[in-house]
């Protein structure tokens, strides 16, 4: 578009100038030089411009869209650096935006994040302020600096506990990071706050607004609009806290403290900020595009000072990896799904212009997060990481250094946290390869020594007859009842009818009373008036286990194998299940026949809770089973994913009925609203749909709606409540099992918080209660009376629940 064309264009151009500098802040200072040349040529045009720009950071305020209000914050600084925005207005608006952190009516949150806003434009701007009004930018540093000061004297700049990446408490030998963690206000401040000793210019910017300097000061620049700040609400919501996992701090780059060298600007340096969170704007920006993102990402560069970069031999690649892996592994849960940070990734490798630094910036990070993992690292980022990583590693022929583990692997304990990523990594890749590659092409020949094998290979079954407790590799040894049990199988594949079925559940038991009531000698007990020998427990048990298992062989194929089975048998299992006693054991049965394929145990049992012959509270049960917790402590990682999936199932149900509701409303809505418009007019529904009024007796399709409702309605509380009993057990189970580990290691004189038990155990605990934040924080008063009561529960289980709390308060979920 030309200039002489924006009188007839001027709504498309502003429209399409506010949607660039929100898609790509990178190019932020070409924008404002281009709006600076049209300053000279068209002033009336920089006008609308200004107002046009000013108008974008009231609205992103007043929506609460935080990186467009930064973004549009910026873009106004560039306005300045351009002469199209005077510095006075400028400054004026800073400092306006600085009375809201100062207001006593704010909330921390709110504080934090004007602050934020205020810290992360100074890059782009503080240069200009500081040549025509000094005094103004030193009134706006001592201001933030009061405030970031305050934070520090009341400890809140060390951030939320519960989002920490690494715990101290956890760190093996008293070994300490070689950087301290801070939350993000904190982190940027400390970066931001060097460009005082550059005098306030970001060196790494790239100013094209100089090359015009001679043009641009010709113009008279333009004073911002008053802008209306929305006063807070209850509603009002802030981005999540965050403490940032710092991966390639100085000491990486020193090599002081490990052989991994980068070379990167210093941790807390201008530089460092200003392409970190570039590429963390485009991350969240362009996330619906990978392919223009890591398109951005590579020519980021080009935008800034090439010249800087190639002087300070500086390596972007290694800024965007990090990035990548810091959002992947934000507390408590990543922006975006795990397989975006995965995909972003995999781009990186195929992009030209980075192709031949993102191998060894990935090594490079992975090895130092793995050998600072005995620091302390957060359980939770440890199975993160290894999903992560398998997911890459199969977009690339599984090629990775792991020769480099093994001498680390013959020599670590196998519950530590570093074989026990290993192990998992090793896992995950198995979920996603063919194991004769995996095992005998690409993993080191060594590994299948015992001595690693047995810390890091999983057993893997060839066959279902492998978890098939009553097949030939098997460990029953009765051949009556292994017989019994394939007719069994054979049976439900030939789809027999229920009576054939029922039958050999007949011959099981005869042959259990038999061989049990030989082997007793006919031992019984008594319940009130009727005799029910022993044995009759017993043949029932046997026949769940042997039905059960017999299920698992027939729809193990595939996933509508196991819908076909378990709805053609569904009356069986209401027949078999019905206890709690009996569904306790099918978990047992399911846990043993999946012991080799845990990814199909999780599928199993969230398909048995859909079909409601599993319960929520057996899976708990044995998810958090005291033995098997000691027996592989806490490490084995299969118990807390079925936890997880089973209560993301108890959320999801709880979820659509609250959509039902919903649904079941608006149709009531618009029924009414049919019924208003009366005879002879007509409403459209959401779907344009035409529909004619209503006139005259209730309908059966209005009495059908107000029906769907109050049973929607009843389905919510019902939900509702097993959702809050689910949780309640939850946590009940684990203060129970560590009260319990903690007065048995007290009697044996060991340390608990040195043992692997306490790392995984507890911080799995803490990390459901970051997760099902949101559920947990509905009823946590009620949590404070029955669960944590204090003086009744240990004191470090009372400092857990501490930081949980303060994570629910701080509105985090």
Request: include cysteine; hydrophobic fraction near 40%; charged fraction near 25%.
């Amino acid at each position: 578009m030309a200039v002489y064309d924006y009188p007839w264009r001027s709504n498309l151009f502003l429209e399409c100038l506010r949607d660039c500098t929100q898609s790509f802040p990178h190019k932020l200072g070409l924008y404002g030089t281009l709006s600076g040349l049209i300053n000279v040529r068209r002033k009336e045009a920089a006008a609308e411009i200004v107002a046009s720009s000013a108008a974008a950071f009231s609205d992103a305020l007043a929506t609460g869209n935080w990186m467009d209000a930064r973004t549009a914050l910026r873009f106004l600084g560039e306005l300045a650096n351009a002469n199209v925005v005077s510095v006075s207005s400028l400054a004026a608006l800073l400092k306006q935006i600085l009375d809201e952190v100062s207001s006593m009516t704010a909330s921390p949150a709110r504080a934090d994040q004007f602050a934020n806003l205020v810290i992360s434009a100074l890059p782009w701007c503080a240069a200009t302020i500081r040549r025509s009004a000094p005094a103004e930018l030193e009134e706006i540093v001592r201001r933030i600096s009061g405030h970031v000061e305050s934070r520090r004297q009341a400890g809140r700049h060390l951030g939320l506990a519960a989002l920490r990446p690494f715990r101290a408490e956890l760190a093996e030998d008293g070994a300490g990071l070689p950087y301290e963690q801070v939350d993000e206000l904190e982190a940027i401040w400390r970066q931001v706050s060097g460009l005082a000793d550059e005098d306030w210019k970001a060196q790494l910017l790239h100013r094209p607004h100089e090359s015009f300097d001679d043009k641009l000061t010709t113009a008279s620049p333009h004073d911002l609009p008053a802008i209306q700040i929305r006063e807070e609400t209850p509603e009002t919501r802030y981005p999540d806290q965050s403490v940032p996992l710092v991966i390639f701090d100085d000491s990486v780059n020193t090599g002081e403290r490990s052989t991994t060298l980068v070379s990167l600007p210093p941790l807390n340096s201008p530089s460092r900020y200003i392409f970190c969170t570039l590429i963390s704007d485009l991350l969240s920006i362009l996330a619906h595009n990978h392919h223009a993102l890591h398109i951005s990402i590579a020519a980021l560069p080009e935008y800034l000072d090439r010249a800087r970069w190639q002087l300070e031999f500086w390596q972007p690649t290694h800024a965007a990896v990090e990035v990548v892996l810091r959002e992947a592994l934000k507390l408590p849960s990543p922006t975006q799904p795990l397989m975006f940070y995965a995909t972003a990734l995999g781009d990186l490798f195929r992009d030209q212009n980075m192709v031949t630094e993102a191998g060894p910036a990935l090594g490079r990070a992975v090895r130092t997060l793995w050998e600072r993992s005995a620091l302390g690292l957060d359980v939770e980022l440890s199975r993160r990481l290894a999903e992560l990583l398998a997911v890459h590693l199969s977009n690339f022929g599984y090629q990775w250094t792991w020769d480099r583990w093994t001498e680390q692997l013959r020599r670590l304990p196998s519950h530590s946290i570093q074989v026990t990523f290993v192990r998992e990594l090793v896992e995950r890749c198995l979920r996603l390869a063919y194991k004769e590659r995996l095992l005998d092409e690409t993993l080191p020949q060594n590994w299948k020594d015992e001595d690693i094998a047995v810390k890091v290979l999983p057993q893997r079954w060839e066959s279902a007859d492998e978890g098939w407790r009553y097949g030939p590799k098997g460990d029953v040894e009765d051949e009556r009842l292994k017989e019994l049990a394939t007719e069994l199988v054979n049976a439900l594949r030939s789809k027999k009818p229920g009576t054939a079925i029922k039958g050999i559940f007949d011959a099981i038991r005869e042959h259990i009373r038999a061989k049990l009531g030989h082997e007793a000698n006919e031992v019984a007990h008594w319940d009130g008036d009727t005799q029910h020998p022993s044995w009759d427990a017993d043949a029932d048990s046997v026949v769940r286990d042997v039905f059960a298992q017999a299920v698992m062989v027939v729809g193990c194929k595939s996933l509508s194998h196991l819908a076909m089975i378990v709805e053609r048998s569904r009356a069986v299992w209401n027949d078999l299940f019905t206890s709690d006693l009996a569904r306790a054991q099918l978990m047992t049965s399911l846990a043993s026949f999946f012991r080799f394929r845990p990814q199909l145990l999780e599928i199993w049992c969230g398909r048995l809770i859909n079909y409601r012959v599993l319960s929520v509270e057996s899976i708990l049960a044995w998810s958090l089973s005291p033995d098997h917790l000691n027996r592989t402590e806490g490490a084995d990682p299969t118990p807390w994913y079925v936890l997880e999936t089973t209560l993301r199932k108890v959320t999801l149900r709880r979820s659509q009925a609250d959509e039902r509701v919903a649904r079941a409303r608006d149709q009531v809505a618009f029924n009414q609203k049919r019924r208003d418009v009366g005879d002879g007019d007509f409403v459209y529904d959401e779907n344009g749909n035409k529909f004619d009024g209503l006139t005259g007796p209730i309908t059966s399709g209005e009495t059908a709606a107000q029906r769907e409702v109050q049973e929607a309605e009843e389905e919510v509380e019902r939900m509702t409540r097993e959702q809050k009993q689910a949780f309640l057990s939850v946590l009940q189970r684990f203060v129970r099992i560590i009260t319990a580990k903690i007065s048995e290691t007290s009697m044996e004189d060991v340390d608990i918080e040195r043992t692997p038990w306490w790392r995984w155990v507890y911080g799995f605990m803490r990390q459901i209660g970051r997760e099902f934040g949101p559920e947990i924080r509905t009823f946590a008063k009620t949590l404070e009376i029955t669960v944590f009561a204090e003086g009744d529960v240990d004191s470090r289980i009372m400092e857990l629940w501490g930081e949980l709390s303060a994570f629910y308060d701080a509105k985090i979920v």
